[in-house]
T-cell receptor
């Protein structure tokens, strides 16, 4: 089955700096890569996603890149703010009749004011 | 749009009793719903996938008779933890996918904190 690795497990940045979280996946059939933000005691919230036919996607301060050949994808947050502090999960899935999402291990991001 | 609710948000029960958790898609129809379990400071682990009107598909290692899943309608799925024990204490999260397997996105509920005493 699919295996998703995520690094780093914790990340502290100063407010205004950029944060980068990296993930690798194992199943070359995976074609959808969402990123989720989870605040304490809440469910994950989809913040951005990318499909296998796209190499990069940006939404305001958040961007995601995908390298299918190397099987890795990354989340980039620019101009970080204290409210960006949360746990971020990458995930990989295969669009199809049985859509199963495999999550990475999570990155706890702390933005220091 | 794409709002998923869970009820209750937290529950405390005694060992040996059963607990039911509801997951509802509020503004879309969800052919497929998923149930996850999350331990503190850990990632989400998929427990089972439920499709409306059919039996749930459980992940390896998840006891079907202990975690009963019912997907009675396109907007409601329930998870019943039967004969709960302290080791079942966890954060249970559901998600719903509009369009089932034809859709990429999953939208998550806020989670249910279960504590078994």
């Amino acid at each position: 089955g699919e295996n998703v690795e995520q690094h780093p497990s914790t990340l502290s940045v100063q407010e205004g700096d950029s944060a980068v979280i990296k993930c690798t996946y194992s199943d070359s059939a995976s074609n959808y890569f969402p990123w989720y933000k989870q605040e304490l005691g809440k469910g994950p919230q989809l913040i951005i996603d990318i499909r296998s036919n796209v190499g990069e996607k940006k939404d305001q301060r958040i961007a995601v890149t995908l390298n299918k050949t190397a099987k890795h994808f990354s989340l980039h947050i620019t101009e970080t703010q204290p409210e960006d502090s949360a746990v971020y999960f990458c995930a990989a899935s295969i669009r199809g009749g049985y859509q199963k999402v495999t999550f990475g291990t999570g990155t706890k991001l702390q933005v220091i004011p | 749009g794409a709002v998923v609710s869970q009820h209750p948000s937290w529950v405390i029960c005694k060992s040996g009793t059963s607990v039911k958790i509801e997951c509802r898609s509020l503004d879309f129809q969800a052919t497929t719903m998923f149930w996850y379990r999350q331990f503190p400071k850990q990632s989400l682990m998929l427990m089972a996938t439920s499709n409306e009107g059919s039996k749930a598909t459980y992940e390896q290692g998840v006891e079907k008779d202990k975690f009963l899943i019912n997907h009675a309608s396109l907007t409601l799925s329930t998870l019943t933890v039967t004969s709960a024990h302290p080791e079942d204490s966890s954060f249970y999260i559901c998600s719903a996918s509009p369009g089932g397997g034809l859709s990429y996105e999953q939208y998550f509920g806020p989670g249910t904190r279960l504590t078994v005493t």
